[in-house]
């Protein structure tokens, strides 16, 4: 089994920073995808960021390219989200999720096994 606990999230007003982590424990090795994902109240949950530990590289929804940047400690079993120019848009549950094997489907939240219990990121003017 593997527990993922976020942390990170809060209260930020327009146009601020926050930077969410996800901290992996239990049987972490050869844990390979690590994404994140939010939701909002009345939306399905929306792919953000996915990292490979194998391949190293990480990936991007669009709209997300250049304001978020997903990291990981593999050392700590870490993985990171900074968040940047947020808006009132941004205001969401925020969730980590890890995979065993990385696939094509990194952007499916099916694809991953385990997932945090979220952590909530309000954005306000």
């Known amino acids: 089994q593997v527990q993922l606990v976020e942390s990170g999230g809060g209260l930020v007003q327009t146009g601020g920073s926050l930077r969410l982590s996800c901290a992996a424990s239990g049987r972490t090795f050869g844990m390979d995808a690590m994404g994140w994902f939010r939701q909002a109240p009345g939306k399905e949950r929306e792919f953000l960021a996915a990292?490979?530990?194998?391949?190293?590289?990480?990936y991007y929804t669009n709209s997300m390219k250049g304001r978020f940047t997903i990291s990981r400690d593999n050392a700590n079993n870490t993985v990171y989200l900074q968040m940047n120019s947020l808006t009132d848009e941004d205001t969401a549950v925020y969730y980590c999720?890890?995979?065993?094997?990385?696939?094509?489907?990194?952007?499916?939240?099916?694809?991953?096994?385990?997932w945090g219990q979220g952590t909530q990121v309000t954005v306000s003017s």
């Open positions: 999720a890890a995979a065993t094997s990385w696939s094509g489907s990194y952007d499916q939240p099916s694809w991953y096994r385990y």
């Open positions: 990292i490979s530990r194998s391949r190293g590289i990480a």
